[in-house]
């Protein structure tokens, strides 16, 4: 069982900064990938980015490479998402999962998922 906390968020202007941080409680959190997600008001939940379980392997939605980062730290189960040049598009409840597959690589499929944190608003504006 995982529990996620997460923090961060917040209003933004356009090309401002912001950092997510997902806490997770349990033992189990190192061996499993980890991913952000996001809803904009009025459309599904979609991929933002993943990191493999040993954080070597990366992976982004096009909307978002070259401007998030994400990261993790198994030894503090903490994983993270720094956002860079922020755009009204990037608008949204974000939310931090745990991945089902123990030692997979990640994924994008949000299925696959299976802890969710309670999800955090991130707001920019123009």
């Known amino acids: 069982q995982v529990q996620l906390v997460q923090s961060g968020g917040g209003l933004v202007q356009a090309g401002g900064s912001l950092r997510l941080s997902c806490a997770a409680s349990?033992?189990?959190?190192?061996?499993?990938?980890s991913g952000w997600f996001r809803q904009a008001p009025g459309k599904e939940r979609e991929f933002v980015a993943c990191?493999?379980?040993?954080?070597?392997?990366?992976d982004y939605a096009r909307s978002v490479t070259g401007r998030f980062i994400i990261s993790r730290d198994n030894t503090n189960n903490t994983f993270s998402l720094q956002m860079n040049s922020l755009k009204p598009e990037d608008t949204g409840v974000y939310y931090c999962?745990?991945?089902?597959?123990?030692?997979?690589?990640?994924?994008?499929?949000?299925?696959?998922?299976?802890?969710w944190g309670d999800g955090t608003q991130v707001t920019v504006s123009s």
């Open positions: 999962a745990v991945h089902r597959g123990f030692q997979w690589a990640g994924s994008r499929n949000l299925e696959e998922y299976e802890y």
């Open positions: 349990g033992s189990a959190f190192s061996g499993y990938p």
């Open positions: 990191i493999s379980w040993s954080g070597l392997t990366t």
